[in-house]
């Protein structure tokens, strides 16, 4: 359940054979936890079709639309940086469940609200549990996952998020008849109060988390209910192992956030803010949020850019199936070139459509072609790779700042996007996208190593390697 908890590197992990209803019960808390990844698709993506109408009760000014959408991302941003230390402090389970309340608390203001202020501010607040949950899923599911099904239990995250922004869509073509974009918003409420039931009364603690605070008996039961009572003690000890041998690997041991500034994180840490970056500067968000707005430049009426917004996101949803089904098999490293190499030369043609005028369905296939390639590989393999390349001690902090960066980036995004579009066109600025996917492309291909049925330290060895050009022991090929 622990990522540590496994054999020694190149051998088959002691969870690779547990008992059906184990690996029942492992999934069963996955999904629970992924919750928080439905609620950060839902919460980014209902905005899409609610601020068709949203702008039509209050006279927003394209300045205030683009607000409406990117203040979440600035309480995002705070929500990520916070999570890393609330994880650690009261542990992964209780810094769900307090955001799935915050969740609630932002549902009830943006429902209730007068006007423009309020909306801003309930943006904000949904922000800040958007963001805590985007950092803590990915650190939770890691370590409650076997490394033989880590990548497909990581990628539920995204399965998640993609369900949660098409559930977003549909719920928009709902109540879009009656511009009741009050409803679209008041759905959410939903999920977040399964997130509190759920924390309160079905998840457990991560044990690497309780053998970090030194609740050895609670782990060694929580292991037993999967993996039963004779391999439970083993996989203590080598929790504990890798624990000491952490401790003993970089001295003076950094708190907090100074963590990812020990030599051993610095590669992972490099990597996934990069890749945190990449993420958003390719231009997904773009696509998420002004679907409707973006297809309705092309010609088509605002209802009938709602209904092809559906169809984006079904497509989304359905190739983040087919990346759970690859990711454990072709990998991480390969699942990211075609992606991107996929995304590069869409975006260079979804610019040239509009730049020469090409029909609105060819402008529409190349958005669907280009989100399909984002779902196969770029969005769930990074939720993947940030709960896989840092070291257990600067697992939580490493995710919150990789999270943070790539908050911050959406938020950039997403607020210059209009603005940008109308200064130098909307099919230059997918060309735009198109150089941060090229960069993408190279960096994935000289630093990102492979992660897929690695343990930590194989991983890690492969990182330096990487990085530091020269071999490391344990390295492997990838």
Same mark, same amino acid.
């Given at each position: 359940?622990?990522?540590?908890?496994?054999?020694?590197?190149?051998?088959?992990?002691?969870?690779?054979?547990?008992?059906?209803?184990?690996?029942?019960?492992?999934?069963?808390?996955?999904?629970?936890?992924? /919750?928080?990844?439905?609620?950060?698709? %839902?919460?980014?993506?209902?905005?899409?079709?609610?601020?068709?109408?949203?702008?039509?009760?209050?006279?927003?000014?394209? %300045?205030?639309?683009?607000?409406?959408?990117?203040?979440?991302?600035?309480?995002?941003?705070?929500?990520?940086?916070?999570?890393?230390?609330?994880?650690?402090?009261?542990?992964?389970?209780?810094?769900?469940?307090?955001?799935?309340?915050?969740?609630?608390?932002?549902?009830?203001?943006?429902?209730?609200?007068?006007?423009?202020?309020?909306?801003?501010?309930?943006?904000?607040?949904?922000?800040?549990?958007?963001?805590?949950?985007?950092?803590?899923?990915?650190?939770?599911?890691?370590?409650?996952?076997?490394?033989?099904?880590?990548?497909?239990?990581?990628?539920?995250?995204?399965?998640?998020?993609?369900?949660?922004?098409?559930?977003?869509?549909?719920?928009?073509?709902?109540?879009?008849?009656?511009?009741?974009?009050?409803?679209?918003?008041?759905?959410?409420?939903?999920?977040?109060?399964?997130?509190?039931?759920?924390?309160?009364?079905?998840?457990?603690?991560?044990?690497?988390?309780?053998?970090?605070?030194?609740?050895?008996?609670?782990?060694?039961?929580?292991?037993?209910?999967?993996?039963?009572?004779?391999?439970?003690?083993?996989?203590?000890?080598?929790?504990?192992?890798?624990?000491?041998?952490?401790?003993?690997?970089?001295?003076?041991?950094?708190?907090?956030?100074?963590?990812?500034?020990?030599?051993?994180?610095?590669?992972?840490?490099?990597?996934?803010?990069?890749?945190?970056?990449?993420?958003?500067?390719?231009?997904?968000?773009?696509?998420?949020?002004?679907?409707?707005?973006?297809?309705?430049?092309?010609?088509?009426?605002?209802?009938?850019?709602?209904?092809?917004?559906?169809?984006?996101?079904?497509?989304?949803?359905?190739?983040?199936?087919?990346?759970?089904?690859?990711?454990?098999?072709?990998?991480?490293?390969?699942?990211? /070139?075609?992606?991107?190499?996929?995304?590069?030369?869409?975006?260079?043609?979804?610019?040239?459509?509009?730049?020469?005028?090409?029909?609105?369905?060819?402008?529409? /296939?190349?958005?669907?072609?280009?989100?399909?390639?984002?779902?196969?590989?770029?969005?769930?393999?990074?939720?993947?790779?940030?709960?896989?390349?840092?070291?257990?001690?600067?697992?939580?902090?490493?995710?919150?700042?990789?999270?943070?960066?790539?908050?911050?980036?959406?938020?950039?995004?997403?607020?210059? %996007?209009?603005?940008?579009?109308?200064?130098?066109?909307?099919?230059?600025?997918?060309?735009? %996208?198109?150089?941060?996917?090229?960069?993408?492309?190279?960096?994935?291909?000289?630093?990102?190593?492979?992660?897929?049925?690695?343990?930590?330290?194989?991983?890690?060895?492969?990182?330096?390697?990487?990085?530091?050009?020269?071999?490391?022991?344990?390295?492997?090929?990838?």
């Amino acid at each position: 359940m622990v990522q540590g908890f496994s054999r020694e590197p190149g051998t088959e992990g002691p969870l690779a054979d547990i008992p059906e209803g184990g690996r029942r019960r492992v999934w069963r808390w996955a999904v629970v936890i992924a /919750l928080g990844g439905f609620l950060f698709g %839902f919460d980014t993506g209902v905005v899409s079709g609610a601020l068709l109408y949203i702008k039509r009760d209050f006279g927003l000014s394209a %300045f205030e639309q683009g607000s409406v959408v990117s203040v979440l991302l600035i309480g995002a941003l705070l929500g990520a940086v916070a999570a890393g230390r609330m994880a650690e402090n009261l542990g992964r389970r209780k810094a769900l469940g307090i955001e799935g309340a915050v969740f609630l608390i932002g549902t009830a203001i943006l429902v209730a609200a007068p006007g423009y202020g309020a909306l801003l501010v309930g943006r904000v607040v949904l922000g800040l549990a958007v963001g805590a949950a985007s950092a803590t899923v990915p650190v939770y599911l890691s370590e409650v996952s076997p490394k033989e099904i880590r990548g497909r239990v990581l990628t539920l995250n995204q399965l998640m998020i993609t369900t949660g922004i098409l559930i977003s869509y549909f719920v928009n073509l709902l109540f879009a008849s009656g511009g009741q974009w009050r409803g679209m918003f008041a759905v959410g409420a939903l999920p977040a109060l399964g997130i509190v039931v759920g924390a309160l009364w079905v998840l457990p603690e991560s044990p690497q988390w309780l053998i970090r605070h030194g609740r050895r008996d609670e782990a060694r039961a929580l292991i037993v209910s999967v993996a039963g009572e004779e391999r439970a003690d083993h996989l203590i000890e080598q929790a504990q192992r890798r624990e000491t041998q952490g401790l003993r690997s970089d001295s003076p041991r950094a708190g907090g956030w100074r963590v990812l500034l020990e030599p051993r994180v610095r590669a992972a840490l490099i990597v996934g803010l990069t890749l945190a970056a990449v993420q958003q500067f390719g231009g997904i968000n773009t696509i998420i949020y002004y679907a409707p707005t973006t297809i309705e430049n092309t010609g088509l009426s605002a209802s009938n850019s709602i209904l092809y917004s559906v169809a984006i996101g079904v497509i989304n949803l359905l190739m983040t199936i087919v990346a759970i089904k690859l990711v454990d098999r072709a990998g991480r490293r390969r699942l990211l /070139l075609g992606s991107l190499a996929s995304m590069l030369v869409m975006l260079a043609l979804l610019g040239l459509s509009f730049v020469i005028g090409m029909n609105a369905l060819l402008s529409l /296939l190349c958005m669907v072609v280009y989100i399909a390639a984002f779902a196969v590989g770029l969005g769930p393999v990074f939720w993947v790779l940030i709960g896989e390349i840092f070291p257990p001690h600067a697992r939580a902090a490493g995710s919150s700042a990789s999270t943070a960066v790539n908050w911050i980036s959406n938020f950039v995004v997403s607020l210059v %996007f209009l603005p940008v579009a109308n200064v130098i066109g909307q099919g230059q600025t997918f060309w735009v %996208f198109a150089a941060v996917c090229a960069f993408g492309l190279w960096f994935v291909s000289r630093y990102v190593p492979e992660t897929r049925g690695r343990d930590f330290e194989q991983v890690d060895a492969a990182l330096q390697t990487r990085f530091r050009k020269r071999p490391q022991v344990g390295a492997e090929a990838g």
